[in-house]
């Protein structure tokens, strides 16, 4: 069974940093792109960050760029999310995926269903 599981999340003072980790089990994700996606109430789930299934290339969304810095472990099955400088229009409830790019845009596989909880992160200001 697929499992993916989120931790790291936490409350923050604006200017501060987290460490997200995305540990996945039940198969291997090492030979596809991940990402992490964020999502607050009432708004749709966006994109953050995506990298490689080699971990070379990189891709972020223009709200992180410059702040957030994905990185993963294949041989670990894991995903990280490393980031400072947190703003308060960062709180959200944060979720790694395997992901795919269309077009210019990086989406979930749209028939992944193994979501997990995601983790929380709370920036106050």
């Known amino acids: 069974q697929v499992q993916l599981v989120e931790s790291g999340g936490g409350l923050v003072q604006a200017g501060g940093s987290l460490r997200l980790s995305c540990a996945a089990s039940?198969?291997?994700?090492?030979?596809?792109?991940m990402g992490w996606f964020r999502q607050t109430p009432g708004k749709e789930r966006e994109f953050v960050a995506a990298?490689?299934?080699?971990?070379?290339?990189?891709y972020y969304a223009d709200s992180v760029k410059g702040r957030f810095t994905i990185s993963r472990d294949g041989a670990k099955n894991m995903v990280y999310l490393q980031m400072n400088s947190l703003k308060p229009e960062d709180t959200a409830v944060y979720y790694c995926?395997?992901?795919?790019?269309?077009?210019?845009?990086?989406?979930?596989?749209?028939?992944?269903?193994?979501w997990g909880r995601g983790t929380q992160v709370t920036v106050s200001s």
């Open positions: 995926a395997p992901c795919d790019l269309y077009g210019s845009r990086w989406y979930p596989w749209p028939n992944f269903t193994s």
């Open positions: 039940g198969r291997s994700f090492s030979s596809y792109p």
């Open positions: 990298i490689s299934w080699s971990g070379s290339s990189t």
